[in-house]
T-cell receptor
């Protein structure tokens, strides 16, 4: 059973547009969430993390977390073609060094 | 940034073959992981370790063995490779000082089992 679900599977946005990606965990014990970005042919790299309720912004990227619903979302404003990648959501439990990954959202930014 | 090196980058073997994938991290991280990545399944954890000599079973361990020989080195062994093990394999490490840790990934090994 997939403990982390991501939506949509794929997303196409125009250059300069807003991309919104969603992630939910079905495991009530999950405490921490990460967003990883994987460009084609490359390895995943951590993009943002969020551990507390609320919002966190880093440049064009904003992540939200609602711990009650175990839902996190990633928003990319002013999307660029270089943002085209697979975005992976990961979650882990307190004190348990295992990370659960979703299947990812494939983002394509069209010039 | 943390350095994780995997070898080989590509490997082709036949059904029933014996394969060893290698991973080395040079950041004194406690935790090391082996994942496989397949279209439609995302990243799935095979095995992980929190130190030399330690091994923990992941979510998809069948057909795989692993060994952590030193703090730096973690190996994944396929003793009787099958076509279902054709995949992209990633090694990763993390410091493990609490649960809020970032994973650092190697460049991956693409394995094809004919």
């Amino acid at each position: 059973q997939q403990k982390v679900q991501q939506s949509p599977e794929s997303l196409i946005v125009p250059e300069g547009g807003m991309a919104s990606l969603n992630c939910t965990s079905s495991d009530r014990n999950v405490d921490y969430f990460w967003w990883y970005r994987q460009h084609s042919g490359k390895s995943p790299k951590m993009l943002m993390s969020i551990f507390s309720n609320g919002e966190k912004e880093e440049g064009r990227f904003t992540v939200h977390l609602n711990k009650a619903s175990l839902h996190t979302s990633l928003h990319i404003r002013d999307s660029q073609p270089s943002d085209s990648a697979l975005y992976l959501c990961a979650a882990s439990n307190t004190g348990y060094q295992n990370f659960y990954f979703g299947k990812g959202t494939s983002l394509t930014v069209i010039p | 940034e943390a350095a994780v090196t995997q070898s080989p980058r590509n490997k082709v073997t036949v059904t029933g073959g014996n394969v060893t994938l290698s991973c080395r991290q040079t950041n004194s991280h406690n935790y090391m992981y082996w994942y496989r990545q397949d279209t439609g399944h995302g990243l799935r954890l095979i095995h992980y370790s929190y130190g030399a000599g330690n091994l923990q079973i992941g979510d998809v361990p069948d057909g795989y063995k692993a060994t952590r020989t030193t703090q730096e080195d973690f190996f994944l062994l396929l003793e009787l490779a099958s076509p279902s093990q054709t995949s992209l394999y990633f090694c990763a490490s993390s410091d493990g000082a609490g649960s809020a840790e970032t994973l650092y990934f190697g460049s991956g090994t693409r394995l094809t089992v004919l």
